[in-house]
């Protein structure tokens, strides 16, 4: 059984169709995941090409967890396993605390700090991801983007 941190992502990957299954009001696969006390949560999956597909999960809370998908595909359908989620060190997601603050999952404050980049879409990809290192090096916890180029860039 695989061991994972509380609030690691965890990544179930499948073999299915190689053909995109048609998008409609239902994912491709989705995967019910059962906590020990009975808690149950339904994650919808995607197609990541070829005949890849994925369900991403961040388990809120420790202990033993089962999952089986569902599907119309045949390939997709009725996989199951387990996994069990142990405390970690990462401190969740951020969520409203109070009406004007923010927390993360596990209570500590998350102080939002961001910045602008300016004409993103072009930039050459070094510098993206020059800018993208400098900016977390820097501290910053979030990134707005500059839709309309400025005049002379």
Do not use: C
């Not at 961040?58 to 996989?79: I, P, V, Y």
């Not at 989620?85 to 209570?107: E, L, N, Q, Y």
């Amino acid at each position: 059984m695989a061991s994972h941190s509380l609030h690691d992502v965890i990544e179930l990957a499948f073999d299915g169709p190689a053909e995109p299954m048609p998008v409609g009001v239902e994912a491709p696969v989705t995967a019910l995941v059962t906590h020990e006390t009975g808690e149950t949560v339904e994650v919808p999956g995607f197609w990541d090409g070829g005949s890849r597909y994925r369900v991403r999960i961040a388990a809120a809370r420790t202990g033993t967890w089962r999952w089986t998908t569902a599907s119309r595909a045949e390939e997709l359908d009725g996989a199951s396993g387990e996994f069990t989620v142990t405390p970690g060190a990462h401190p969740g997601p951020v969520t409203v605390s109070g009406m004007f603050h923010f927390a993360h999952a596990d209570g500590s404050t998350h102080w939002p700090l961001g910045t602008t980049v300016y004409n993103w879409i072009h930039q050459t990809d070094e510098l993206m991801a020059e800018t993208v290192e400098s900016i977390a090096e820097a501290g910053f916890t979030k990134l707005r983007f500059m839709v309309f180029p400025q005049a002379g860039a």
